[in-house]
């Protein structure tokens, strides 16, 4: 099984960026796909962004196309998601998960889909 640990998070300023980061451990050497979920307080958690094993596939939510990049880097197992034009309604806990497979088998804004979670990163975008 994998571990997942996120970092990155903060306080920003509307307009302003942030990168977010997942490290991977454990069984890293089968391919996963990953996906970047958000849950504001008092509502359910939202899909932000997905990206296959070899990151040719990119997947994300209306809500943030255009403004968010998720890429990541195998050989340091870790995912990034790249927040710009930030606005105070992205303020939320972000949650990285990952599923072993295709993400091409899969609904990658399904969290059901994703079998493995890390703990979470807050991040505050002040108006």
């Known amino acids: 099984q994998v571990q997942l640990v996120e970092s990155g998070g903060g306080l920003v300023q509307a307009g302003g960026s942030l990168r977010i980061s997942c490290a991977a451990s454990g069984r890293t050497s089968s391919r996963y796909a990953m996906g970047w979920f958000r849950q504001a307080p008092g509502k359910e958690r939202d899909f932000a962004a997905a990206?296959?094993?070899?990151?040719?596939?990119?997947y994300y939510a209306d809500s943030v196309k255009g403004r968010f990049t998720v890429s990541r880097d195998n050989t340091q197992n870790t995912v990034y998601l790249q927040m710009n034009s930030l606005k105070p309604e992205d303020t939320a806990v972000y949650y990285c998960?990952?599923?072993?497979?295709?993400?091409?088998?899969?609904?990658?804004?399904?969290?059901?889909?994703?079998?493995?979670w890390g703990q979470g990163t807050q991040v505050t975008v002040s108006s």
């Open positions: 998960a990952a599923r072993y497979g295709f993400i091409s088998d899969i609904d990658p804004s399904n969290g059901s889909e994703y079998g493995y």
């Open positions: 990206i296959s094993w070899r990151g040719s596939r990119t």
